[in-house]
């Protein structure tokens, strides 16, 4: 009887600590799930907040009509002619994309190691080519732009442009990745609102000077 009574309790002891262990298990399970949940909301309300901000900034572009460029300073535009008709590609795409890089700051220096006017990385200079001298920077700018335009020549983008401009302005952004997306409105917000910025100052410019 006493060997019984000892069992039982042992028993007991087990199912107990079994018990414990569950709603530890439990009590951990429910932390890490609610812990998720908090990192993931919290990451939401930043990527809101960052999309709202390019949003606005969409926003007073179309309201302003894109007078702000009137007193934006393209870094010595004849610069940006010469190496564009060099590379095949049109001046004012240059400049469109010069403005949303840099403002036109030939100092400008951005936290993932972009350099200068064109905002380019180093990985696009050759040899001993010195980023930070404005007159390379647009150089090896419009060379990568050339080189995009060999690529994406032929292909219609979103806006339907069968010489892939807008393709161009996203892989000067976003990469691969993202001009390999065609519809820019799936695009990551980052690259979806440069593509929208850069391309509507563009076509600001062209009809500024008159062009289609």
């Known amino acids: 009887m006493r060997n019984l009574n000892n069992l039982l309790e042992e028993l007991l002891r087990l199912i107990i600590a079994g018990a414990l262990i569950a709603l530890l298990c439990f009590t951990v399970m429910v932390l890490v799930v609610e812990g998720a949940k908090h990192i993931g909301k919290e990451n939401r309300i930043k990527a809101l907040k960052q999309e709202q901000a390019y949003k606005k900034a969409i926003y007073k572009d179309k309201i302003k009509g894109q007078t702000k460029l009137l007193h934006t300073k393209v870094y010595d535009y004849a610069t940006i002619v010469k190496y564009a008709k060099m590379y095949g590609v049109d001046p004012l795409l240059v400049a469109s994309i010069q403005i949303h890089e840099s403002h036109g700051d030939p100092n400008a220096l951005s936290s993932s190691g972009a350099i200068g006017l064109m905002q380019v990385m180093p990985f696009h200079a050759r040899g001993s080519e010195n980023l930070f001298n404005p007159d390379t920077n647009v150089m090896v700018a419009c060379r990568l732009l050339g080189w995009l335009r060999g690529q994406f020549k032929g292909t219609t983008d979103h806006l339907s442009n069968a010489d892939g401009t807008e393709l161009m302005v996203a892989w000067y952004n976003g990469g691969y990745k993202q001009a390999n997306i065609r519809d820019n409105d799936k695009r990551c917000f980052e690259t ?10 563009y076509t600001y410019l062209k009809r500024k000077e008159g062009k289609k």
């Open 192 to 201: 979806k609102y440069y593509v929208k910025r850069v391309m509507n100052s």
